[in-house]
């Protein structure tokens, strides 16, 4: 016998073992377990006078848990006195712009975190109850430093700004939402308490009764048990039942109890993971039909863009080659004529690469090179290369001299720049000012271009990076194809870096990106 067989012999001699396996150690039989179950019962009613010793040390443990969760609420409520203490000194701050207001919250903005720290040792065994014990301890501090330091220094330099509407409600709705918290916090520890002092009387009052009727009842105890064991099986049975009504009726995610005797305990996984595969086949089917619509919304899009986008041009070029072809025309006319030819041919080129580039980042197939790239000579060439192309805008370029070196694809960061240069020119029509600033920022390179132009309305903010999104730009008279952004971004994250926007509508634009600095 070869060594292949010997191992295909072996596998089957496994197999086979553990099959035999598997029927050996096969859950009894529900009869079986009722004979097992009424045959361990009489020699249970021993361990009655067992419970009756447990449900004391039960009860001792009860009343200790209670007199810890009085000590953690009370520490909860203290500190959360605290913390509204910070929140009325700062609403006197704002509404009476008066900075005595400040000095309780100030002291209570000191102790809040030593606070909060106790409160979290106090419920260290608490998995759950420390988990919202940190969950406050962030929020507080982030009302600290991101609203309560904040809206200080604005108050400092602008009470008007610091009482306004927003500022406000703002506040407010943190306020309410760390006392949301709070009280999550203090309804659990009570919960907790009383459920334990509830099972401890529970265990007490069925220990005592045990170990009082445990010897009388000993017969009725058995028939009580047989009773119970018969009770476990109906009631799952029609817990099976009505889960699969609910189930047929489209509730794919329906799970039921496993637990149960032999078949019970079958049936149950059985029907669990029908309505498992069922949900999963639900969620893949909602998935693709997600897909599908946003693939149709795309192809809409895209359709839109080329019929606009590429007629024009198109039809720039077919009309001036008519003209050359079918009239007579001078020189000087005829190389105009090819000018604008060459440019709308030009315009159609540079559509087609936006359509080939994106493609190419979406499959994984744009290449970038790794260079050392110095962005202030890069910008450099940008602004000289743009500002020639508009007598309406003047470029400004600020570096200060400094090394702006990152690493990176020279030829795609230019693109990504131009781009920012040719929307800060073509959305600010009436001409004006282009601020392009370099400058070296915590490890990275930040590179930001700002125009004043027609800005970006607050609600198409979170579109302003998808692709063939060009909001009010069409309605405009503004040409483009809603991809240089969604491809510039992907540029940029591609290189390690971020790139992001402040806009206001009729407010202008200041698009930003960020590089990691060569050598940080």
Known sequence: MNESEGALVSTAAADSEQKRSRRR????????????????????????????????????????????????VTSAVTTEKLVLD????????????????LQPALRSKAEVPRRLSELE?????????????????????????????????????????????????????RIDGIQDQF?????????????????????????IALGVLGLVLSAALIITFGAYLARSIARPVRGVAQGATRLAAGEFSLRLGEGGPGEIGELTRAFNSMAGELEQGQR???????????????????????????????????????????????????RRYLEIVDAQGRRLNALLDDFLDVQRL????????????????????????????????????????????????????????????????????????????????????????????LGIPADQHDRIFTKFFRGDAATSGIAGSGLGLAFARAVIEAHG?????????????????????AGA
């Not at 097992?36 to 419970?51: K, M, Q, R, T």
């Not at 000579?377 to 070196?405: I, K, M, T």
């Open 25 to 72: 150690w096969k859950p009894f039989p529900l009869a079986a377990r009722l004979l097992l179950a009424s045959c361990v019962l009489a020699a249970l009613v021993a361990g009655v006078f067992v419970l009756l010793l447990l449900a004391i040390s039960t009860l001792r443990d009860a009343t200790d848990r209670e007199a810890h969760a009085k000590d953690v």
């Open 86 to 101: 910070l929140e009325t000194g700062l609403r006197g701050l704002q509404l009476g712009g008066n900075r005595q207001f």
């Open 121 to 173: 040792q106090e419920v260290v065994d608490d998995p759950t109850q420390l988990r919202r014990a940190r969950q406050l301890h962030r929020s507080v501090s982030d009302y600290i430093e991101l609203y309560f330091d904040l809206i200080i220094d604005i108050a400092r330099d602008s009470p008007e700004a610091a009482r306004t509407d927003v500022a406000l409600a703002e506040g407010r709705r």
């Open 183 to 207: 009280a999550s916090f203090v309804a659990a520890e009570d919960a907790q308490a009383a459920r334990s002092a509830q099972t401890a009387s529970d265990r007490a009052d069925l220990a």
């Open 284 to 334: 893949e089917l909602r998935e693709q039909n997600r897909r599908l619509q946003k693939s149709e919304r795309a192809k809409s899009e895209l359709v839109s863009i080329v019929s606009h986008e590429v007629r024009t041009p198109l039809a720039s070029v077919l009309g001036f080659t008519s003209l050359l072809l079918h009239r007579d025309t001078d020189d000087e006319t005829r």
């Open 362 to 453: 979406e499959e994984g197939r744009l290449q970038l090179s790794s260079e050392l790239v110095d962005m202030a000579a890069l910008l450099q060439e940008q602004v000289q290369l743009f500002e020639a192309q508009s007598e309406l805008h003047r470029l400004e370029l600020e570096v200060n001299g400094e090394p702006l070196d990152v690493r990176g694809d020279p030829n795609r960061l230019a693109q990504v720049v131009g781009n920012l240069l040719s929307n800060a020119i073509k959305y600010s029509p009436e001409g004006g000012t282009v601020e392009v600033l370099g400058r070296p920022s915590n490890g990275s390179v930040r590179v930001s271009v700002r125009d004043h132009g």
């Open 497 to 517: 870096g971020r790139m992001g926007f402040e806009s206001t509508s009729g407010g202008g634009s200041t698009f930003f990106l960020e590089l990691p600095r």
